[in-house]
């Protein structure tokens, strides 16, 4: 009689555990992916319902957000939602932190996302060491605020902060990684602008291998300049993934084996339309 209770019971918890859980810990690499809608800019300028269409089109469930076009974040998370993506990551405006935290957190909430992420910190010309330490102290404040409310908060670098620090051999995303330990503050790794900016991101994963929670996975042209900190690049040095000079393998196992659990690809080329399916079929086909 036991058995025949617990059969059934037992059948249905490793059918509800499937799929309640479809991207646990466990899940194959391919179903890892998501898309950073900022890859889609143009499209959601003109009509951002065609734009969540073609995201959902692509076979991916978790999406990374760059601003609520032009809705309110209640009602872009619904129509993300109808459409089967979930907005897990948010990237989050560093002077709006500044102005006003406890407004950009209820735009957190309320798209229902559970990360929160800094991609820019404004500045002039070069940036430099007194820059890099008003950043430290906000996201020493910061870190643990996002933290109180569920929240895990991060910071995305952007190549200017591979240039050097006040320590010789450090870099001053080193000191911002040593400085933030222990403030909940989490890192997520442009592929594309480490590089850009001089940095490996294999050694940088290997040298801070518990602050990676996310990789945006973006290709740089094979034989484009590197070793720059300007932050910026020309759109053509921006390739399909799998097109480009990344060692994909290398980048996408290091993550892997460190429990990196968020692959975002963001496209930034003349034509993500075009771009994003064969960067979205080089990763499926990829064995990580």
Known sequence: MKIRLLCPVLIFA???SLSAHPHSEAAPFPERI??????????????????????????ITEVETAGTA??????????LTQRG??????????????????AVLAEVEAIGARYAVIAWIPHQGDYDAEENDRAIAHFNAWG???????IKFGYHPHGYEFGGGKLEGDTLFDQMAQATAGNNVSFELDVFWAVHGGADPVALMDRYPDRWVSLHVKDIRKGAPTGLTSGHAPEMDN?????????WPAVLGKARDLGVRYYFVEDETPDPVKNLPPSFEYLRRLDV
Do not use: C, N
């Not at 032009?70 to 129509?79: I, L, N, S």
């Not at 907005?87 to 560093?94: C, L, T, W």
């Not at 399909?240 to 990344?246: E, H, K, M, N, S």
């Open 34 to 59: 998501g898309l950073q809608l900022y890859s889609l800019r143009g499209l959601f300028l003109q009509d951002p319902f065609a734009a969540m269409d073609l995201a959902a089109s692509y076979g």
């Open 14 to 16: 490793a059918a509800l």
């Open 144 to 150: 643990p605020k996002f933290a109180q409310a569920g």
């Open 70 to 79: 032009r809705m309110t974040p209640a009602q872009f998370a619904a129509e």
């Open 239 to 247: 390739v399909a993934v799998g097109q480009g000079a990344i060692d």
């Open 85 to 102: 993506l979930t907005p897990v990551f948010a990237h989050v405006g560093y002077d709006a932190l500044v102005k006003d935290f406890d």
